[in-house]
């Protein structure tokens, strides 16, 4: 809407007329005229005041009264006629009408100037009615894009709860097939453990040396095969943010103890040095059953991975608000690599690989997931060589906000 | 086995597992009376009513869980203390069972001492004697 154009009217009878139309958004219109003769001077400083005028108001309006100088000076020459200019006047101008005449203005050229003054109105009223007509189609296009734009988020949004809901089933499904699985595997493994031990137990009749050691081995590895399927069962429960934890007031230190007495055997086989060391009573509002789970998780971890004549050092204690953990040991150590990746599932440290140390890599990833449900902290410290410090920090009681689980049964 | 020896139903639709039980309550000097799914358990229970019943909770039919409300529901039998045997990772359906009424809970795989510490426990506060 820049500008509606350049009209020129020329009109009858030797008069010349002008007409311009300029931009601008004025309706106001304005014409002089004169039905008498005046001098030559007169109509220069009429038009030229007028034109100076309309170029003041608006800078576009330059043009015209460069327009009037170039064009229409020799208009001007004849002896007498009557000026007959419009500027509009109202800010901005959009124009100026400006007649010459060699003669006395007649009613008829009055008639023109009144015509061409109209015509600007019109032409600017058409503007403006065009003007308006393509900003409502821009709106109504601004529309139709809008809703193309919100339908098309619409969908993508209907599409993302979909996907959403695809994956919650997905979800489950992994759930219940975790569950399945482990209730399918721990069948068998019952027959299995429950026949070994009748066999062990010499019920079956007196073992040889050799079939009672081959019948540990079968023992052994079907215990682990057990712990395996827990452990997996363990990590899929972490996965679904459902670890029930059965709260309990928890004498931390008797938990240490029992479970460093269950591996003591182990230590002893091989030769490594295991000690406790946990005076006095912390008293924990945790899971019993998980918290063992923990420090065996370690300490077992501690003994897999310190060689022979090392030491494993336990060590409990606690103040006003905090229980902590440590298990220490004389192993190989952990690399700075190694650390960062330590807590998660299925990490092995190239160096656990290398000495072909037996493990999942799950242990660690569950005793995080303990300590997080406990809303503790579990840390290490480690010099590659020389052996490996976890420091487990709990708070001894929960913050109100988090809510306790429902409870469960058994481990 | 004596004439008082406590009578133990055992269901478990694993005939393996089944075995197993009934071997050891027998070690325990028991008599054994099995079933392999939840409606002969349960007619079994009904007919001898035993000292016990030790039930698995997955059995295809009625379920151990189904068994305990039957018992339950019927004054004849209402009595029998019910060990429930489930190898579920489903918390749920111990605490199921527990709440409709079973007195004890033994995970699978379970070791002999575990089962045998359980039925001890039930059977020692019974009026007819004890296993072992």
Redesign the interface.
């Known amino acids: 809407m820049r500008q509606v154009g350049q009209k020129w009217l020329m009109v009858v009878r030797g008069h010349a007329w002008q007409a311009v139309l300029g931009a601008g958004g004025a309706l106001a219109v304005l014409y002089a005229v004169s039905s008498a003769p005046l001098t030559k001077t007169i109509a220069y400083v009429i038009i030229g005041a007028l034109a100076l005028a309309a170029a003041a108001l608006r800078p576009s309006a330059r043009r015209l009264h460069k327009g009037y100088e170039q064009k229409r000076l020799h208009a001007f020459t004849w002896p007498r006629f009557t000026i007959m200019t419009g500027a509009l006047a109202a800010a901005p101008v959009i124009g100026i009408i400006g007649g010459a005449s060699g003669e006395p203005v007649d009613v008829v050229v009055l008639g023109f100037a009144e015509l061409a003054a109209v015509a600007f109105v019109v032409a600017r009223v058409l503007d403006l009615w065009r003007t308006r007509e393509r900003a409502e189609s821009a709106v109504r296009e601004s529309e139709a894009r809008f809703r193309a734009l919100f339908e098309e988020a619409e969908a993508a949004r209907l599409s993302l709860a979909q996907h959403n809901e695809r994956l919650q089933q997905l979800d489950r499904m992994k759930d219940e097939f ?2 399945l699985v ?2 399918d595997l ?2 068998p ?7 070994i ?2 066999l062990l ?1 010499g ?1 079956g009749g007196d073992l040889s040396d050799e079939q009672r050691k081959w019948m540990d081995v079968i023992d052994r590895n079907s215990a682990r095969l ?1 712990r395996l399927v827990a452990d997996l ?1 363990f990590i899929a429960q972490l996965d679904a943010g459902r670890i ?1 934890l059965e709260r309990t007031a928890v004498v931390l230190t008797d938990v240490a103890a029992e479970t460093v007495e269950a591996v003591a055997p182990t230590a002893e086989t091989r030769k490594v040095t295991l000690a406790l060391d946990a005076d006095g009573t912390v008293v924990l509002h945790g899971d019993r059953a998980r918290l063992g789970q923990l420090i065996d998780n370690l300490v077992s971890n501690a003994l897999k991975f310190t060689p022979p004549a090392g030491r494993v050092d336990v060590r409990v204690g606690g103040d006003d608000a905090t229980a902590w953990i440590e298990v220490a040991d004389t192993g190989m150590g952990i690399s700075d690599v190694d650390k960062q990746h330590l807590f998660e599932r299925f990490f092995r440290t190239a160096a656990a690989n290398s000495a072909a140390i037996q493990g999942t890599g799950l242990g660690l990833a569950i005793a995080k997931g303990i300590v997080d449900a406990h809303g503790g902290t579990i840390g290490v410290r480690s010099v590659e060589g020389s052996g490996t410090t976890f420091r487990i920090e709990l708070p001894l009681r929960q913050p109100s906000t988090v809510p306790t689980l429902p409870t ?4 | 086995v004596s004439s008082d020896a406590p009578v133990v139903v055992v269901a478990d639709d694993d005939p393996d597992i089944l075995t197993l039980v009934e071997l050891r309550l027998r070690l325990l000097g028991c008599v054994v009376i099995t079933a392999v799914d939840g409606e002969s358990a349960l007619a079994a229970i009904t007919s001898n009513k035993p000292d016990l019943a030790v039930l698995d909770i997955q059995m295809p039919g009625l379920d151990g869980l189904g068994v305990v409300d039957r018992v339950r529901a019927n004054p004849d039998t209402h009595g029998v203390p019910i060990i429930l045997l489930s190898a579920s990772v489903h918390e749920a359906d111990v605490r199921r069972g527990l709440a409709r009424g079973a007195d004890a809970y033994v995970r699978k795989p379970f070791e002999a001492r575990e089962l045998a510490t359980a039925v001890e426990k039930i059977l020692v506060r019974e009026p007819l004697g004890t296993c072992s």
């Open positions: 975790v569950a482990s209730h721990r069948t493994l019952t027959s299995i453990r429950g026949y031990e009748l137990e019920l057990l069962l029930s469960g049964v058994g481990a």
